[in-house]
């Protein structure tokens, strides 16, 4: 069975303080996994896909890389704005391509 | 920027009501889902289609209903609420099956 596993559940850090999110997957044929940000009372936005053990993705703050068994979003000298929740999610391989969720990370950054 | 909207955004009912909530895109995705989501959860997959006329359920057990009569529209109801029902639905597309999900802002579903 696919499974997702995010640490830690909640992490607050000062603002500048850059730190990373771990995502842990099993999956039996990965076709992509997913990093979504969701702020209280909204739906995920879509922040990066990864294909590939090895490949990295940036966006402003954030950086999101792979490995066969995990992921990282690194977010250096972050501010208040970035707090939200970040999900992950990873799809396998297979006629239904299904996608799993993991719980996610609650971030916060005090000024 | 995805175009997914979902309505109402907020819905308190009582048992045994008929509801129905309402996801549109204007993306022209083939692909749509429905998510239950729970505070401090995981999403939930509980409806899926692939295309007009294609439904199918997901892994999460769940008594409601879907449809897919037109692309952009795919609608969940449920028959009678109890309050077990109550949660946060969440609607999304993709352009395919292998390409990120763009996600609605939900309908909280409280049902008294």
């Known amino acids: 069975e696919d499974q997702v596993t995010q640490s830690p559940e909640a992490l607050r850090l000062q603002e500048g303080e850059s730190s990373s999110l771990n995502c842990s997957y099993t999956v039996s044929g990965l076709r992509g996994l997913f990093w979504y940000r969701q702020d209280p009372g909204k739906g995920p936005e879509f922040l990066f896909t990864l294909y590939s053990a090895g490949e990295e993705k940036e966006k402003e703050r954030l950086k999101a890389t792979l490995t066969k068994k995990e992921s990282f979003l690194h977010i250096t000298a972050p501010k208040p704005e970035d707090s939200a929740t970040y999900l992950c999610a990873v799809q396998a391989g297979g006629g239904y391509q299904k996608v799993t969720f993991g719980t996610g990370t609650k971030l916060q950054v005090i000024p | 920027e995805a175009d997914i909207y979902q309505t109402p955004r907020y819905l308190v009912i009582g048992t045994g009501k008929k509801i129905t909530l309402e996801c549109s895109q204007t993306?022209?995705?083939?692909?749509m889902y429905w998510y239950q989501q729970d505070p401090g959860m995981e999403l939930h997959l509980i409806h899926y289609s692939y295309g007009v006329n294609s439904t199918e359920k997901g892994d999460l057990s769940s008594e409601s209903t879907v449809s897919r009569i037109r692309t952009e529209h795919f609608p969940l109801t449920l028959e009678s609420a109890r309050p077990s029902h109550t949660s946060q639905y969440l609607c999304?597309?993709?352009?395919?099956?292998?390409?990120?999900?763009?996600f609605g802002d939900g309908t909280r579903l409280s049902i008294l």
């Open positions: 999304a597309s993709s352009e395919s099956g292998s390409q990120p999900q763009h």
């Open positions: 993306m022209g995705h083939d692909k």
